[in-house]
């Protein structure tokens, strides 16, 4: 994650943002541990797939 993170700083980003699922709660702890905040949450991304039922996270680190 220090590598990414880096990545972004020297390539002159805003942050990262990444999208998981609800039901990863270990990546939702990790990511929440890391300093990612939670911006939305979508709850029709993948109503009409085998993951229906589950809600889609979006996380950001902002600089």
Same mark, same amino acid.
């Given at each position: 994650m220090?590598?990414?993170?880096?990545?972004?700083?020297?390539?002159?980003?805003?942050?990262?943002m990444?999208?998981?699922?609800? &039901?990863? &709660?270990q990546?939702?702890?990790?990511?929440?541990?890391?300093?990612? &905040?939670?911006?939305? &949450?979508?709850?029709?991304?993948?109503?009409?797939?085998?993951?229906?039922?589950?809600?889609?996270?979006?996380?950001?680190?902002?600089?």
């Amino acid at each position: 994650m220090g590598q990414a993170l880096e990545w972004a700083k020297e390539n002159k980003y805003a942050g990262l943002m990444l999208e998981t699922q609800d &039901v990863n &709660v270990q990546a939702c702890r990790f990511y929440a541990k890391n300093g990612f &905040v939670i911006g939305a &949450v979508d709850t029709m991304l993948y109503s009409n797939t085998p993951a229906a039922g589950e809600y889609a996270i979006f996380w950001y680190f902002k600089f």
